[in-house]
């Protein structure tokens, strides 16, 4: 597939496109590797092989299948986690590709199953000409593009799980709907200062009863969390159904088009964090089905996927921010995980000296990350 | 722009304008390094009373905030560490003090202040004390008993005198607004100076640190100088006549600092601080006849003269009688119980602030004194004084304590040091 498609010239990280999904056997032997093809990998629940583990720089193709029984992602990552490429939501007995540029270097394959953790991870060695120097001026383009690039695979997992939740409201599958809700928020929530940006589109997917204007109806998600956990029924909630969805499809659109300046990556990171200290830490977010700490987790990691995009420049200017960051992500990802149940987490109804310790680390983050734009727009 | 201030002595009762600050001055609160002395002309004097706009010195051998005479307003602040880093820790106090070098003087924080830095950045300073004049502000630190676990390689350099309060009598404490492993108490004669202060710390401790709880106060309880007449408290009574003055030289020694024979090295010309959040039933007291006022009390409420004398600053006579022979200061009354006469001579600095935060569910104010009391050695001062309050003073009636914590606050710092250097080092 990929040798059809032109090849850029040496823009970082650009995926060039992915494949279509295509269904394929569980037991479909491994294509034999000549060092040439695709890297195939065989993802599972406790496994992320991959037919191996040295590429050339330039274009690479990663045939990702799920083998396992939790839906996966796949990402490959440079130092500190800066996304270079993923695909999202891949479901089991799936694969999906991943088609990606990757400059020589050190970077790391990641398959993540149930879509949670750090994820099973293995070294990824790319040889061959050494990358260009670059400016300041390529460093920041290549930081939106890459994080647009993160917007989109991000949308367009948004899109199919709240396909998946609208439709299982529709058919009144009320623990259906229960499991897929935190899910299809997450990809909401990672993106969040993206959607805002269109207008009235967030308050009608994602208001609470509170934040409603007198005179205008209450939808989206929360009308339907509602529903389905102070009366257990989706009764009458077919029409908010429909609505949220060609509102998120809506959003999906416009986000997958969105330009983006690097200050509004960096000023995105600073307000998903404001979101964590304001709604999630408060568990003021969901609180009916007080499934918050996906949201929160799904916000700090759409504030990390921003920041690491703009890492190379970072690193140019402020070295010593770039290891603040990356110590205090850590430190936020470590309290969640604290509240880790399977793929998910446990519901939300701490203890006001719980909830008082995550701020106090949410904090510890978010003060770096309001530097981040004030780094980003230095000359 | 200059990076010195104009001394007070050529801006007479006017305190510095606050200007944002380039270069050196601001590259210290950046780099953590207290290079920037205050030149101050205003030293340990009763003068620095009268001057409610002016700065008081930040460096000296013991911290500011103490004996200087007590300002109008408080914010007082406790904190956790969250850090678990010994480095954290270090560099956070480098940090807090070279920008209350600056607070105190009345200048902004950070090498740009609050409004000359790029516009994609937040400010570095806050804002709101922009064109306030540094109005007293001082900042005091202190270390509290869970400071020294196994954390931060404290524990053998505790202070034998940093005890554990022991449980008072009748103590009702919301831990939630007790204890701490860092306390800052910041005074100033403005309100929004000293909220400024604490905010910007806590604003710089994020990550390291965590407010833990923190009270406002307004109009100062007691005085610590002779140049400063006695206030009153919420009762209505005034406080602190007898307190320890920065005029008594010796009594200073012998009560409040800490002193080479007392150890540990690193507390040398520092003081113990208990603080005390005492919820005051004001509503009850206020349907509390006059007499029985005074006689809880032991003092006249108009003229805050001990019962039986004429002027508030006339001797305590606990053996003056009545025609039917009972004392003319109750047995049981707050002054005699208090008094050093029956404490083995322990005396106190008292500095505590009145506080209404708001009211309660009940719709009664919440209203008390935030009662701040330096001294050598808690064993022997706050300790038996409150044990002995607890049990007897009729007082208690009106009054119960919702909030504690005791402090080790270390000497003063020197340009160059930072807040506690000897405990690290």
């Known amino acids: 597939m990929s040798s059809s498609l032109p090849r850029r010239a040496a823009v970082l990280g650009v995926v060039i496109g992915i494949a279509a999904l295509t269904a394929c056997a569980k037991d479909e032997p491994a294509a034999k590797d000549d060092g040439t093809g695709p890297v195939s990998v065989k993802a599972s629940d406790s496994a992320c092989d991959l037919s191996r583990r040295d590429v050339k720089s330039g274009t690479s193709t990663f045939s990702v299948s799920n083998g396992g029984s939790k839906i996966t992602e796949f990402y490959v990552y440079a130092e500190g986690d800066r996304v270079m490429g993923e695909v999202e939501n891949i479901g089991p007995g799936l694969k999906r590709d991943l088609i990606v540029e990757l400059p020589t270097g050190k970077y790391q394959a990641v398959c993540k199953p149930g879509m949670v953790g750090d994820g099973i991870r293995g070294d990824l060695t790319v040889t061959g000409n050494a990358p260009a120097q670059v400016d300041t001026d390529t460093e920041l383009k290549q930081a939106t593009s890459s994080y647009q690039r993160y917007v989109n695979s991000q949308a367009v997992a948004l899109e199919q799980k709240t396909t998946e939740f609208v439709t299982a409201v529709k058919a009144g599958d009320v623990a259906k709907a229960k499991a897929l809700f935190p899910v299809s928020r997450t990809y909401w929530e990672r993106i969040e200062p993206v959607a805002e940006s269109f207008g009235d589109l967030d308050p009608k997917i994602d208001a609470r009863v509170n934040d409603v204007e007198p005179g205008t109806e209450w939808t989206g998600y929360h009308r339907i969390e509602q529903a389905l956990w102070v009366s257990n029924s989706t009764k009458g909630m077919d029409k908010y159904a429909d609505q949220l969805l060609t509102d998120v499809k809506t959003v999906v659109a416009k986000a997958k088009v969105v330009k983006l300046t690097p200050l509004q990556l960096a000023n995105g990171a600073k307000e998903l964090l404001d979101e964590v200290a304001t709604g999630k830490v408060t568990g003021e977010e969901d609180r009916y089905s007080h499934t918050d700490l996906w949201d929160f987790q799904a916000n700090v990691e759409g504030s990390q996927a921003a920041v690491q995009a703009l890492r190379p420049a970072l690193q140019s200017r402020d070295a010593a921010l770039v290891a603040q960051l990356d110590t205090n992500f850590k430190a936020v990802f470590a309290s969640l995980d604290k509240y880790r149940d399977g793929d998910g987490f446990k519901p939300y109804t701490a203890s006001e000296a719980e909830k008082k310790a995550l701020g106090a680390v949410v904090d510890g983050l978010a003060e770096p990350v309001s530097k981040v734009a004030g780094v980003i727009a230095q000359k | ?425």
């Open chain 2, 1 to 425: 722009m200059t990076d010195e201030p104009t001394p007070p002595s050529e801006n007479p009762r006017r305190g510095f304008s606050r200007r944002g600050l380039f270069g050196a001055a601001g590259a210290a609160v950046a780099t953590g390094v207290a290079g920037y002395a205050v030149r101050s002309a205003v030293s340990t004097q009763p003068s620095q009373a009268a001057d409610t706009n002016g700065p008081v010195e930040f460096h000296g051998p013991h911290q500011a905030g103490i004996t200087t005479p007590v300002q109008d307003r408080l914010h007082f602040a406790a904190f956790d560490v969250t850090t678990t880093s010994r480095d954290d820790l270090i560099a956070l106090l480098k940090e807090w003090t070279a920008a209350a070098a600056l607070l105190t003087a009345g200048r902004d924080i950070g090498q740009y202040g609050a409004v000359n830095g790029p516009d994609e950045a937040p400010p570095e300073d806050t804002g709101e004390a922009v064109g306030l004049p540094p109005a007293r502000l001082t900042l005091t630190v202190g270390f509290g008993p869970t400071l020294f676990d196994k954390r931060f390689g404290l524990a053998a350099k505790r202070p034998k005198a940093l005890v554990d309060l022991p449980h008072f009598i009748g103590d009702d404490l919301d831990p939630t607004r007790s204890y701490g492993d860092i306390a800052v108490q910041a005074c100033s004669d403005d309100p929004q100076v000293a909220v400024h202060a604490i905010r910007n710390l806590a604003r710089i401790g994020f990550g390291r640190v965590a407010v833990r709880y923190s009270q406002l106060g307004f109009g100062r309880t007691s005085s610590t100088s002779r140049a400063q007449s006695t206030p009153r408290n919420l009762f209505g009574f005034k406080d602190g006549t007898n307190n320890l003055k920065l005029e008594d030289a010796d009594k200073l020694e012998q009560q409040l600092w800490v002193q080479p024979e007392d150890g540990p090295d690193w507390m040398v010309g520092g003081s113990y601080l208990v603080s005390r959040r005492i919820r005051m039933n004001i509503e009850i007291w206020d349907r509390t006849s006059l007499g029985e006022q005074e006689g809880i009390i032991g003092r006249g409420k108009g003229t805050g003269a001990p019962l039986g004398k004429a002027d508030e600053f006339d001797t305590l006579d606990f053996n003056a009688k009545q025609a039917d022979g009972r004392p003319k200061i109750p047995v049981d009354s707050h002054v005699r119980l208090a008094h050093p006469t029956f404490n083995q001579g322990a005396e106190l600095l008292r500095r505590g602030y009145n506080f209404v935060d708001g009211s309660d569910g009940l719709g009664r104010l919440d209203a008390g004194l935030f009662f701040l009391a330096y001294q050598r050695d808690p064993r022997k001062q706050f300790i038996p004084i409150q044990n002995q309050l607890a049990k007897n003073d009729t007082m208690n009636e009106y009054i119960h304590h919702v909030g504690s914590g005791i402090f080790a606050c270390p000497p003063g710092v020197t340009p160059g040091t930072y807040w506690g250097e000897k405990l690290f080092s």
